[in-house]
């Protein structure tokens, strides 16, 4: 049969009808005469109007896709040949307008010869482009959903209830620990699986979405199939549609290195980063907590504080003094007892918290740790003092006591055990020097927090001046801090500041300064020759990791020029937190606020901190300035800070210049700023910024 002509064959009106209301394309091949009929439908599904096509039985050949021709060929010759039952095979017929049609090509043998070999072959073709588009969509989105999984390394499971059977893909198996494949699991392979710690609990959560239908997120450790601890995390969800009983679907991924990426956060948010040991703000919890539990279990509190650490770092660098603090570190470590702590409290200062046991002397523990101290070596150098360390204890008792005070009281004890010749121990109330400075320094505390927000806290400030030249050539000056206690007295720097420091507060101290200043004065410090404030900082404050947010935000509100505000870093405070010091430089550089570092040579490290500090300016210390015209050795000194200075961009500021001879001693060094009682005596900051006023008015 050849051609759309109406041919003879079973075909009725009404099977015609349906056939073409379906959309099916007929063929009908005669095997004998080599004809094939096709109908009109079939040229309708390929844009073809009835006898636009050839008269040609091998037409179809003629619009095969030509990847498809082998494929289509040899589905037809194996079906004539007798291998398979029927044709059956997909392929790409040209459209009209020259488009590909996906065709679906199903038929088989009606009419066989006497050796039975098939001599009529009868199929149908349906238009199945639509479904193989979705199957590329869907491959597509399977591709990318593959990819996204591979990517973070996500497995897929889930678990028919119906069949008791789970299913694990490639990724799954190779998060436990099983080689990388798709297939079904063991009933208990995940239950085997999980931590004993963690098991009743990830079991519980792991049926929750079959009772509330929600999606369930939750966290347990697994043991690998080599031993390996991993932590894991799965989304689940209950699909009730899957199956006669429903299935759990979800997935799982490993994320045992984000887990310890947390647990070192969370550890760095308690514990010092040198030493290990506990920090400040976690002590202080603990110390709280020891406090509020003291009626049934009373406790010791150590204070530890390091014997010629000072020198130590002179001698052998910052380097040294860090490896130090770690042993020491360890010795208190190893030395702790049971249920006890212990705690950096910053700088070379350290603490303890111990349970009281009958029978055992405080004291034992603190001779521990001052032998293991003794018998290590920090690496000092030849005729340097041996580092050692005094402690000082107290045994509290009494749920009255304030924290402040129960860490006063160790403090004290140990003033008394420095008093007392140094590397010793000393209970609270015993040894020589023993005295109330401790408890007077909580006091004192105790003020300067009221006086924060009792407006007692003064703000004083002292003049830099350019030698030679009044103060209107510079516009800078130092903030200083006074306070005024709660009679009225007047409470010198050198009593609070201490004290501040010593319980912790000092960056709190720091930030009440920084804030009120810019609020008051901030209006004088916009221009670019307006007021210039320096601001001195604490060890405490240079550790403080929200200290630029704080700046930032004041900066912002007082509308301050960043390049107006100079922030004072002594060498005692970055010696004791150097990597927080250095740090802290070059977040004000990139701010545009200046830096200077203070009290510079009061150690053989000084010149060391220029090369690793970019700072704007130092401060030589006063000891090499107040007595400059009677001491030769003081006017070298000097001379060869300012040539230093000087040949890396640095400004020099010389401190306590007391009178005229040493002015002009200074001036005649090369020496560009001073600062003394002799330029200019600390005032209200209230009267400098009034006359920096006044200087305007005149210009």
């Given at each position: 049969m050849?051609?759309?002509?109406?041919?003879?064959?079973?075909?009725?009106?009404?099977?015609?009808h349906?056939?073409?209301?379906?959309?099916?394309?007929?063929?009908?091949?005669?095997?004998?005469?080599?004809?094939c009929?096709?109908?009109?439908?079939?040229?309708?599904?390929?844009?073809y109007?009835?006898?636009?096509l050839?008269d040609?039985p091998?037409?179809?050949?003629?619009?095969?896709?030509?990847d498809?021709?082998e494929q289509a060929?040899?589905?037809?010759?194996?079906?004539v040949?007798?291998?398979t039952?029927?044709?059956?095979t997909?392929?790409?017929?040209?459209?009209?307008?020259?488009?590909?049609?996906?065709?679906?090509d199903?038929?088989g043998?009606?009419?066989?010869?006497?050796?039975g070999?098939?001599t009529?072959?009868?199929g149908?073709?349906a238009?199945i482009?639509?479904?193989?588009?979705?199957?590329?969509?869907?491959?597509q989105i399977?591709?990318?959903?593959r990819?996204?999984l591979d990517?973070?390394g996500t497995?897929?499971w889930?678990?028919?209830?119906?069949?008791r059977?789970s299913?694990w893909?490639?990724?799954?198996h190779?998060?436990?620990?099983?080689?990388a494949?798709?297939?079904?699991?063991?009933l208990?392979?995940?239950v085997s699986?999980?931590?004993?710690q963690?098991r009743?609990?990830?079991?519980?959560?792991?049926?929750?979405?079959?009772?509330?239908?929600?999606t369930?997120q939750?966290?347990?450790?697994m043991i690998r199939?080599d031993?390996e601890?991993r932590h894991l995390?799965?989304?689940?969800?209950?699909?009730?549609?899957f199956?006669?009983?429903g299935?759990?679907v979800?997935?799982?991924q490993?994320?045992?290195?984000?887990?310890?990426?947390e647990?070192?956060?969370?550890r760095?948010?308690?514990h010092?980063?040198?030493t290990?040991?506990?920090n400040r703000?976690?002590?202080?919890?603990?110390?709280g907590r020891?406090?509020?539990?003291?009626?049934?279990?009373?406790?010791?509190?150590?204070y530890?504080d390091?014997?010629?650490?000072?020198?130590?770092n002179?001698?052998a660098g910052h380097?040294?003094g860090d490896?130090?603090?770690?042993?020491?570190?360890?010795i208190?470590?190893?030395?702790?007892?049971?249920?006890a702590?212990g705690?950096r409290l910053?700088?070379d200062?350290?603490?303890?918290?111990?349970?009281v046991?009958?029978?055992q002397e405080?004291a034992?523990?603190?001779h521990?740790?001052?032998r293991?101290?003794?018998?290590?070596?920090f690496?000092e150098?030849?005729g340097?003092p041996?580092?050692?360390?005094?402690?000082?204890?107290?045994?509290i008792?009494?749920?009255?006591?304030?924290?402040?005070?129960?860490?006063?009281?160790?403090?004290?004890?140990?003033?008394?055990?420095?008093?007392?010749?140094?590397?010793?121990?000393?209970?609270?109330?015993?040894g020589?020097?023993?005295?109330?400075?401790?408890?007077t320094?909580a006091?004192?505390?105790?003020?300067?927090?009221d006086?924060?927000?009792?407006?007692?806290?003064?703000?004083f400030?002292?003049q830099?001046?350019i030698?030679g030249?009044?103060?209107?050539?510079s516009?800078?000056?130092e903030?200083?801090a006074r306070?005024?206690d709660?009679n009225?007295?007047?409470?010198?720097?050198g009593?609070?500041?201490?004290?501040?420091e010593?319980?912790?507060m000092?960056?709190?101290?720091?930030?009440?300064i920084?804030?009120?200043?810019?609020q008051?004065?901030?209006h004088?410090m916009?221009?670019?020759?307006?007021l210039v404030?320096?601001?001195?900082?604490?060890?405490?404050?240079?550790s403080?990791?929200?200290?630029?947010?704080?700046?930032d935000r004041?900066?912002?509100?007082?509308?301050?020029?960043?390049?107006?505000?100079?922030?004072e870093?002594?060498?005692t405070a970055?010696?004791?937190s150097f990597?927080a010091?250095e740090?802290?430089?070059?977040a004000?550089?990139?701010?545009?606020?200046?830096v200077?570092?203070?009290d510079f040579?009061?150690?053989?490290s000084?010149?060391?901190?220029?090369?690793?500090?970019?700072?704007?300016?130092?401060k030589?210390?006063?000891?090499?300035v107040e007595?400059l015209?009677?001491s030769?050795?003081d006017?070298?000194?000097?001379?060869?800070?300012?040539?230093?200075?000087?040949a890396?961009?640095?400004?020099v500021?010389a401190?306590?210049?007391?009178?005229?001879?040493?002015?002009?001693?200074?001036a005649?060094?090369?020496?560009?700023y001073?600062?003394?009682?002799f330029?200019?005596r600390?005032?209200?900051?209230?009267?400098?910024?009034a006359?920096?006023?006044?200087?305007r008015?005149?210009?």
């Amino acid at each position: 049969m050849t051609g759309e002509d109406d041919k003879e064959g079973p075909r009725s009106d009404l099977w015609a009808h349906a056939i073409d209301r379906a959309g099916l394309g007929v063929w009908d091949a005669d095997l004998r005469t080599g004809g094939c009929y096709y109908s009109p439908s079939w040229s309708r599904m390929l844009g073809y109007e009835p006898g636009e096509l050839p008269d040609d039985p091998d037409i179809w050949l003629t619009l095969l896709h030509p990847d498809d021709r082998e494929q289509a060929i040899a589905s037809g010759d194996r079906h004539v040949a007798g291998l398979t039952d029927g044709i059956d095979t997909e392929m790409r017929l040209r459209h009209k307008d020259g488009h590909w049609v996906w065709v679906l090509d199903r038929g088989g043998s009606v009419e066989w010869d006497e050796t039975g070999t098939p001599t009529r072959v009868v199929g149908v073709q349906a238009d199945i482009t639509r479904r193989k588009q979705a199957e590329q969509r869907l491959a597509q989105i399977n591709a990318r959903f593959r990819l996204a999984l591979d990517a973070s390394g996500t497995g897929i499971w889930h678990h028919d209830f119906a069949t008791r059977t789970s299913f694990w893909d490639a990724r799954t198996h190779e998060i436990f620990g099983h080689p990388a494949k798709d297939g079904e699991v063991p009933l208990d392979q995940w239950v085997s699986q999980l931590h004993p710690q963690d098991r009743e609990r990830a079991e519980r959560e792991h049926t929750m979405p079959r009772q509330t239908g929600a999606t369930v997120q939750l966290r347990y450790r697994m043991i690998r199939a080599d031993g390996e601890i991993r932590h894991l995390e799965t989304l689940v969800c209950f699909v009730p549609e899957f199956g006669e009983g429903g299935q759990f679907v979800g997935t799982v991924q490993d994320i045992t290195e984000a887990c310890l990426r947390e647990e070192a956060l969370a550890r760095a948010a308690h514990h010092d980063q040198l030493t290990g040991l506990l920090n400040r703000t976690a002590f202080d919890v603990a110390l709280g907590r020891a406090l509020a539990d003291v009626a049934s279990r009373q406790f010791a509190i150590y204070y530890l504080d390091l014997d010629y650490f000072k020198a130590l770092n002179d001698f052998a660098g910052h380097a040294a003094g860090d490896r130090a603090l770690q042993s020491i570190g360890r010795i208190i470590q190893d030395a702790l007892p049971d249920d006890a702590i212990g705690a950096r409290l910053g700088g070379d200062e350290f603490a303890i918290l111990a349970p009281v046991v009958a029978g055992q002397e405080p004291a034992v523990l603190a001779h521990a740790i001052l032998r293991a101290i003794a018998g290590t070596s920090f690496g000092e150098n030849a005729g340097s003092p041996k580092l050692g360390a005094s402690i000082g204890y107290a045994l509290i008792a009494e749920s009255s006591i304030s924290q402040a005070e129960a860490l006063a009281r160790a403090d004290d004890a140990c003033y008394a055990a420095k008093a007392s010749g140094r590397n010793r121990c000393v209970a609270f109330g015993e040894g020589a020097g023993a005295s109330t400075s401790g408890l007077t320094a909580a006091r004192i505390l105790s003020e300067t927090i009221d006086a924060m927000e009792d407006d007692r806290l003064l703000l004083f400030g002292q003049q830099i001046h350019i030698l030679g030249l009044p103060w209107s050539g510079s516009h800078r000056c130092e903030v200083l801090a006074r306070l005024k206690d709660s009679n009225g007295r007047m409470i010198p720097p050198g009593a609070f500041i201490p004290a501040a420091e010593r319980f912790g507060m000092a960056a709190r101290l720091d930030r009440w300064i920084v804030r009120t200043a810019l609020q008051r004065y901030g209006h004088a410090m916009r221009e670019a020759d307006g007021l210039v404030l320096g601001f001195s900082l604490s060890a405490q404050t240079l550790s403080d990791p929200g200290l630029w947010d704080f700046v930032d935000r004041e900066v912002e509100a007082s509308h301050a020029a960043h390049s107006n505000i100079v922030f004072e870093i002594t060498e005692t405070a970055a010696i004791t937190s150097f990597q927080a010091a250095e740090r802290f430089v070059h977040a004000a550089r990139e701010r545009k606020c200046r830096v200077s570092l203070d009290d510079f040579g009061s150690g053989l490290s000084s010149f060391d901190y220029l090369r690793r500090f970019p700072v704007d300016s130092i401060k030589i210390n006063g000891d090499f300035v107040e007595n400059l015209a009677g001491s030769a050795f003081d006017q070298a000194i000097v001379r060869a800070i300012n040539d230093v200075a000087k040949a890396v961009g640095l400004t020099v500021v010389a401190e306590k210049i007391e009178d005229g001879e040493t002015l002009a001693l200074l001036a005649d060094l090369g020496i560009r700023y001073g600062q003394g009682f002799f330029l200019h005596r600390p005032e209200p900051l209230d009267g400098i910024v009034a006359q920096l006023g006044r200087n305007r008015a005149v210009r």
